[in-house]
């Protein structure tokens, strides 16, 4: 099929390169522009772009979609599907009448469960056990579409929001290879959504790093795997801020909330707020790089 992709981050490169080895014909790739990062604020290509060029694919980055010049051009480009992964902007319903075929979207959730902007990170901060991929139609209102297929997968109790996203992003490719050969031959499904289920997965803030150590072990965890790679949970030790990239809960305690119970190799544990330890297993000091909690003790000690 003739195909516009519109993507940006890494979760949407498997996408575009799975649409590629099917052997359909991507006519264009729509990605953000190019953002200044680091330092010297040298302008980086998304991933999408990166991978867009490595295939010798016409790559377009406008501001926004909603010009009447940039609806016009994919116009001429006559597209079958115009699938979208990941874009980051909520797109017209002009735009989404271009496609003769269909417009699609891979969405990181088991829809309608998590609409919104960061359903990998929520899933994992309720505790679920459970999440998935699902192939939409798109619509006007945000993730609210007919779903097409779905794609299932449990959730480690170890497995943090970055571990799953890389997951996800090779099955949402599965599922979008599955979905777009039955649009192709006529046999694709159309199941309506019904009302949204649980939470809206909204974007992460700032706000949501500190641990509040009343709270119990378990959900402590949880926001330790479900705010990584940004913002991060973040905690005080020894009179300064760090970041925790990895915890696990331990034994039960009746010291008081907050209180370190013990620190050495296996880990710094702290009391939660229901009585069981919070073992902290690596961490991140302001300025330096991410490290076990053993090596962090080794040069900096902390009172029991």
Request: aromatic share 4%; proline share 8%.
């Amino acid at each position: 099929m003739r195909i516009v992709f519109m993507g940006t981050p890494d979760f949407a490169v498997p996408s575009l390169r799975r649409l590629i080895a099917d052997g359909h014909e991507v006519a264009a790739v729509f990605t953000q522009p190019d953002k200044p990062k680091n330092r010297g604020m040298k302008l980086i290509p998304t991933p999408v772009k990166e991978a867009a060029t490595e295939a010798n694919i016409p790559v377009f980055q406008p501001k926004s979609v909603r010009d009447e010049a940039v609806l016009e051009e994919i116009r001429q480009m006559k597209p079958e599907l115009l699938v979208v992964a990941a874009y980051g902007k909520i797109l017209p319903e002009a735009l989404l009448q271009i496609p003769t075929v269909a417009a699609i979207n891979v969405h990181s959730s088991l829809l309608p469960r998590y609409r919104g902007a960061a359903p990998i990170n929520w899933a994992i901060l309720n505790g679920d056990e459970e999440t998935g991929v699902t192939i939409q139609h798109l619509g006007v209102e945000l993730d609210a579409g007919d779903i097409i297929t779905v794609r299932k997968t449990p959730i480690d109790p170890q497995e943090d929001a970055a571990q799953l996203y890389d997951r996800l992003a090779q099955l949402g490719a599965e599922a979008l290879s599955e979905a777009v050969t039955a649009l192709g031959n006529g046999t694709a499904s159309r199941t309506p959504q019904g009302e949204a289920v649980g939470p809206y997965a909204a974007m992460l803030t700032k706000e949501m790093s500190p641990i509040d150590w009343n709270k119990n072990a378990q959900m402590i965890v949880n926001q330790v795997r479900g705010l990584i790679p940004w913002p991060c949970a973040v905690t005080t030790l020894n009179g300064e801020q760090v970041k925790v990239f990895r915890a696990a809960v331990g034994g039960k305690t009746s010291a008081a909330p907050g209180t370190v119970v013990s620190a050495d190799k296996h880990g710094i544990a702290v009391a939660a707020g229901d009585g069981r330890q919070v073992v902290v297993l690596e961490l991140q000091r302001p300025g330096s790089k991410r490290m076990a909690a053993a090596d962090y003790l080794l040069g900096h000690p902390i009172k029991v």
